[in-house]
């Protein structure tokens, strides 16, 4: 029986090809199947799910109620009074917005087949150890994105409506917020805070080729937590330390989780084994 490898150099051009254009088949087929059945289910994932940070009902709001009236001296966090009403502006926007929605959430959902699928077509060509390097990071990113999604919609997204929507330059100038102002946020902010959390698979990565190394990030740390208090603010541009305090927790969390995956320096390694 003749091996992967052995298989491999037995194919040729077409044949690679071929085999690339099935996967991309396969991948278009799941991202229409999933992106089909979102459109149908638009309406409900809408009112429950992308429009639920517009009411004080929401699972962040009540949290922040709960905690600051546990707290003496910090002002409470009121949810009975916040409401925000979308309007349309635009004749087309609604359905566009229901399209690209149901497209950008197929997107997101099946992206860990789409990668799989992926694999298929790329793992016979690579070692064993390389697959399991692979592997390692497909299973982080994964989790790592997901995980920064839903920071993004349960944490960041409700923070930063909160504030915008009852921020006025004028008492007389009333906030009516447009429906694509809200869609084009609620996507940016999620899909931002998605990436961001990808930091430690990109800090892990560079650190197995040696551009990397765990004394980087001891060495900036201090500079690290101002850009990531900055970072936080634009975020979440409040004058609230509460508030900032959440944005801002699990990005340096972050940061020293990336500092843990990253080995330290042959130096290192040899002063720490010195001392001991």
Known sequence: MTSMSEQL???????????????????????VVMAVVLFMLMPRIFDGII??????????????SRITAAIPGVPTFSTS????????????????????????????LSFPIIMYLLW????????QHEKHSVKTAFFLGNIMFFLGVAVGY??????????????????????????????????????VMGLIFELPLLSWLLGNVGVLRREFFSHYRRHAIVVLLILAAFITPTGDPFTLTIVF?????????????????KDADETADDEQ
Not at 83 to 108: G, K
């Open 154 to 191: 349960f944490v960041v997204f409700p923070v930063t409506l909160r504030f915008l929507a009852d921020y006025h330059v004028s008492s007389i100038v009333p906030n009516q917020i447009s429906l694509d102002s809200y869609m084009d946020t609620f996507m940016m902010l999620i899909f």
């Open 120 to 127: 298929t077509f790329v793992s016979p060509a690579l070692y």
């Open 81 to 108: 009074d916040f409401h925000v009403d979308l309007i349309n502006i635009q004749l087309a926007s609604q359905f566009f917005i229901h399209m690209s929605t149901s497209f950008y959430l197929a997107l997101v």
């Open 51 to 64: 429009m639920a940070p517009c009411d004080g009902n929401f699972v962040l709001y009540r949290l922040f």
């Open 249 to 265: 927790l699990p990005i340096y969390v972050l940061y020293e989780f990336s500092s843990w995956l990253v080995p330290a320096s």
């Open 9 to 31: 150099q037995e194919m040729s051009f077409w044949d690679h090809l071929d085999a690339l254009r099935s996967v991309l088949v396969k991948m278009a087929v799941v991202l």
